[in-house]
Antibody
Framework: EVQLVQSGAEVKKPGESLRISCKGS????????ISWVRQMPGKGLEWMGT????????NYSPSFQGHVTISADKSISTAYLQWSSLKASDTAMYYC???????????????WGQGTLVTVSS | QSVLTQPPSVSAAPGQKVTISCSGS????????VSWYQQLPGTAPKLLIY???KRPSGIPDRFSGSKSGTSATLGITGLRTGDEADYYC???????????FGGGTKLTVL
């Protein structure tokens, strides 16, 4: 079974750093890119960026470029999303998702991780 | 403000049919394929439709997708209370060079 398993919920203070993880199993981890998606409380889905685990090439949404870092360790089939200095506005659920792309026009996300809730509060 | 526009909510009675629209532009839906995702309360999104109208294995044929020009539509027939969820459309935007989603539509089965 193809699945993505994310790390557990985090509670942090403003200014602290954080790295959350997403471990893939049931498929060749380096064959498919991994994306991160943010969902703020009561809001919709926002694409943050994507990484190619085979060479760690990344592509960020302009809205998140410079605010987060996406990385991957292909030796342990794990992708990461990290912050160097959290803000209260980073409070959200974060999902990783495997991106399938047949051609640049034909792409979709499947499966999704279960989500990691990040709460930033003083 | 989402790049793709969806109605905030739709509702229908059990057993009935409902459609959810997703409107975009030539830079996204007009020249790229659309996918749809179902997010049941308190759970992660799940792929429902890809390539405009294809269903992954395990998705019942009560769910269908279509696309015309710069708009896409998700259809659900034989509604059940278990279909109550948020539904999102998604595609690639060639101008923004970004994956984009609709704002989501909350389906209520009355």
């Amino acid at each position: 079974e193809v699945q993505l398993v994310q790390s557990g919920a985090e509670v942090k203070k403003p200014g602290e750093s954080l790295r959350i993880s997403c471990k893939g199993s049931g498929y060749s981890f380096t064959t498919y890119w991994i994306s991160w998606v943010r969902q703020m409380p009561g809001k919709g889905l926002e694409w943050m960026g994507t990484i190619d685990p085979s060479d760690s090439y990344t592509n960020y949404s302009p809205s998140f470029q410079g605010h987060v870092t996406i990385s991957a360790d292909k030796s342990i089939s794990t992708a990461y999303l990290q912050w160097s200095s959290l803000k209260a506005s980073d409070t959200a659920m974060y999902y990783c998702a495997r991106r399938l792309m047949v051609t640049p026009e034909r792409r979709w996300f499947d499966p999704w991780g279960q989500g990691t809730l990040v709460t930033v509060s003083s | 403000q989402s790049v793709l526009t969806q109605p905030p909510s739709v509702s229908a009675a059990p057993g009935q049919k409902v459609t959810i629209s997703c409107s975009g532009s030539s830079s996204n839906i007009g020249n790229n394929y659309v996918s749809w995702y179902q997010q049941l309360p308190g759970t992660a999104p799940k792929l429902l439709i890809y390539d405009n109208n294809k269903r992954p294995s395990g998705i019942p044929d009560r769910f269908s997708g279509s696309k015309s020009g710069t708009s896409a539509t998700l259809g659900i027939t034989g509604l059940r209370t278990g279909d109550e969820a948020d539904y999102y459309c998604g595609t690639w935007d060639s101008t923004l060079s970004a994956e984009v989603f609709g704002g989501g539509t909350k389906l209520t089965v009355l």
